[in-house]
């Protein structure tokens, strides 16, 4: 594998930049609370309707609340309240922490940053945006010119209505699509990332919804209302509520309106995009029916059953699905077969034989290249059948049995969790070596215990100054409890002290990815392929846990001696509650926390977010990668303006780089929607042709050579490291106490807060 992608010399490349540093990844707590800093008294006045309508369209583009639907955001503004502040007076100065966000009712206010005005803003305009999110310090002063009367939105009661409002939605739109017929062989998964991407239309009496001969790019569903069917000008039918049209956007040509549809009165519809359907479930309504079907049958055979879920993805892959005529002969009788053939729809004839029927399944495991039927096969009346070649099949996967064994393999890995309990010991003998990293919470050190090298982080208990954060640092000493996967760092122990919290993590020699990219420069298509892989295996691993990262970055993973990753930081991890299914797209959490580059819109905006985030951070990393900085706010600081390009641009790549395998891989993952990027993700992404050089099983088992090997530090080169610094320790006062810990004491413990 090559490590470095040739740029043409006349291009100006950027070079990469590595602003982010400073920018830590930290949980956002959004916990009320009663100490407000703002100069405002709260007024008893209720928004009139022309106003609310006027705030909503002013709005429904904004950075946050344009996330919302305009029947939400009216919903949301049920729940402010009025508040002044009377004229000459600052409403709140830069520095202090926001709970509000603010719109203008009456009066004007002046933006300032310290001596400078920067705006000045009047009725109807807002700002506090921050404050929506969680509790961030103000960025600039806002100071009244006029008495001015301002309509406040408490973060708290803001996040508790989205939420709300987002899960009655998804309900409500997974309803109405499974009524319809032309949906009602998916998923209930596919069924509910649809419903999202349903659009609410009015149209008045007289309107014409759809024109005879235009293109049909979507499907209705009537809400209220009636609509009128006209053909060549004559009017041939009525439908009412509940009934549908446009059927035609689904299919897997581009096809012509049969007729013109008109609101006959005024009519509410819901509206699906065939761009929709296409992005989010991946092809047509005829295409993701034959893969239900196959997944199905594939699931319920002996041997195939046995499958994983990416393989069987792959299968989908190199199929080809036929369409059989009735009383036509698709395997000739006694005549070789060298397919594996699934029947997806019909009955054969002769034989009172029906869909779901699995030809070729033994000879497949068995290796054989053939096999034969005693009889013609034909339908009776017409079906539908999946061909997957032998041969293309072995080329893909190799020996089926060799598979089924690697997947068992697999199962155990991830089956295999450690004990959770608190393993509190006596140190015997601690010697500090070097620090080697620093959090959020909590500074990283090298040590050894009784000569065992150790990872040490050391949080001390007053930096955690919320419940949130305390339920942080418990969940990562629960994660690492019961993790037990190759690319994942163990904890060896866990201890806790008067004012610190200890964790033992195993040591990873080597160096961090950040570093290994800027050190490789810009990695090509291989090099990529093979890193995306290991980090894609361990998402698996920690998402078929119900473990959400959070925080994915090239700075938490580290490059092993032998060129693997490991993720080594989980700090930022949330658990999903038990009994919670992965795959359910209706999985939400809402606290904010990441760092701001590799952060999913969804996560920054507060409408809730699953296991999704990781998908993008994780697309964020392979353009990092392949391009050499981030595709959003790499040179920006201000958290405000990466947020904003996060939720608002999309990807787009330098003129150089013309690799479209590539290309589409990373724009699959950073699809602005969550759903349509799990589905992405569940797929499309392993299948792509940009894993071709890449054996998932192997990697698994680290048989893959790794294209890249950092330098690791010697155990010679650590003992000398340790001599020295017992050196140094010598030096220092109380020195058998620093040197050695018996039990655990408060004595023992401000000892730990003057060594590290």
């Known amino acids: 594998m090559s490590s470095k992608r040739k740029i043409p010399s006349k291009v100006d490349f950027k070079p990469i930049q590595r602003r982010r540093r400073s920018l830590l990844s930290k949980v956002l707590s959004l916990e009320n609370c009663s100490d407000y800093s703002e100069n405002i008294t709260r007024v008893e006045l209720d928004m009139q309707t022309e106003e609310k309508v006027a705030i ?35 409403l709140f100065h830069k520095g202090e922490q926001g709970y509000f966000f603010f719109i203008i009712h009456r009066g004007r206010v002046q933006v300032r940053i310290d001596s400078d005005i920067i705006k000045e803003l009047g009725p109807l305009d807002s700002f506090g945006d921050f404050a929506l999110l969680y509790n961030a310090p103000r960025t600039a002063s806002i100071f009244c010119i006029e008495d001015t009367v301002l309509w406040c939105i408490d973060r708290v009661e803001y996040k508790k209505q989205v939420q709300k409002l987002m899960d009655k939605e998804k309900i409500k739109n997974a309803e109405i699509l499974s009524v319809c017929p032309i949906f009602k062989n998916l998923s209930t998964s596919q069924i509910e990332t649809l419903g999202k991407e349903l659009v609410l239309e009015k149209h008045f009496a007289g309107t014409l919804i759809i024109k005879e001969g235009d293109s049909c790019n979507a499907f209705y569903i009537i809400n209220e209302g009636r609509v009128r069917i006209e053909r060549n000008g004559l009017t041939i039918d009525f439908l009412d509520k509940g009934n549908s049209f446009g059927e035609g956007a689904f299919e897997d040509k581009e096809v012509k309106r049969n007729a013109s549809i008109y609101a ?27 893969r239900n079907t196959i997944q199905r049958i594939l699931r319920s055979t002996k041997v195939l059953k046995n499958i994983n879920a990416d393989t069987i993805e792959r299968m989908l892959e190199i199929s080809r699905i036929e369409i059989v005529e009735p009383g036509r002969v698709f395997v000739e009788k006694d005549t070789d077969c060298e397919s594996l053939l699934l029947v997806l729809d019909g009955t054969l004839a002769d034989q009172g034989l029906d869909t779901g029927l699995v030809f070729g399944e033994s000879e497949l495991f068995e290796d054989r290249p053939h096999w034969r039927s005693d009889r013609h096969l034909r339908f009776s009346s017409g079906g539908k059948i999946c061909r997957i070649q032998f041969g293309v099949f072995k080329q ?54 009784d000569e065992r090298t150790h990872a040490l982080k050391v949080i001390s208990k007053s930096t955690l100054s919320s419940l949130v954060e305390v339920k942080l640092v418990n969940t990562e000493k629960e994660i690492l409890s019961g993790i037990d996967f190759p690319f994942l760092t163990k904890l060896n122990f866990y201890s806790k002290l008067p004012t610190s919290i200890l964790f033992f993590i195993e040591y990873v020699s080597g160096m961090t990815f950040e570093n290994a990219i800027i050190e490789l420069d810009l990695l090509d298509q291989d090099m990529t392929a093979f890193f995306t892989a290991v980090i894609s295996l361990i998402l698996d691993y920690l998402h078929h ?5 959070r925080d994915l970055k090239p700075e938490n ?56 985030v990781d998908l993008w951070s994780l697309g964020i990393m392979m353009y990092e990668m392949m391009i050499g900085y981030v595709p959003f706010g790499n040179d920006l600081l201000d958290v405000f303006e990466i947020y904003s390009k996060i939720i608002q641009e999309e990807v787009v790549f330098p003129e150089w780089f013309d690799d479209e395998t590539s290309k589409e891989v990373i724009k699959g993952l950073l699809m602005k929607n969550p759903e349509a990027r799990t589905l992405f993700y569940k797929y499309k992404f392993k299948s792509s042709h940009f894993f071709d050089n890449v054996k998932w ?42 040197r050695t810990f018996g039990q655990l004491s408060l004595e023992i413990d401000s000892m730990w807060q003057s060594l590290f």
């Open 56 to 90: 909503i369209d002013k709005l429904k583009h904004h950075f946050i609340l344009g996330s919302i639907s305009e029947v939400q955001l009216a919903e949301i503004l049920n729940t402010v309240f009025a508040v002044t502040c009377p004229k000459d007076h600052y």
């Open 264 to 290: 006959e009165g005024s009519v509410e519809l819901y509206s699906l995009s065939r761009s929709s359907l296409f992005n989010v479930l991946g092809g047509s309504i005829n295409l993701v029916y034959s």
């Open 396 to 449: 893909t996967f190799g020996n089926l049995s060799t598979l089924v064994m690697d997947q068992s393999e697999l199962m155990a890995f991830i089956s295999r969790w450690r004990d959770g309990k608190d393993l509190k010991v006596a140190f015997p003998k601690i010697h500090y070596i070097k620090d080697i990293g620093a959090g959020g919470y909590g500074k990283v050190s090298l040590v050894t215990v």
């Open 545 to 549: 846990h119900k473990i959400i990262y």
């Open 557 to 612: 993973l580290i490059l092993d001696k032998d060129g693997y990753l490991k993720l080594i930081d989980f700090g930022a991890c949330k658990m999903m509650a038990a009994g919670q299914n992965k795959d359910a797209v209706l999985l939400r959490t809402y606290s904010i926390i990441g760092t701001p580059h590799y952060m999913a819109p969804e996560l920054i905006n507060g409408s809730g977010y699953g296991y999704s």
């Open 697 to 738: 099983n192997s990697i698994l088992r680290k048989e893959t050579a790794a294209p890249f090997v950092p330098e690791s530090v010697s155990i010679e080169e650590m003992e000398t490291a340790v001599e020295v610094r017992m050196e140094e320790i010598s030096k220092m006062e109380n020195q058998d106490k620093l």
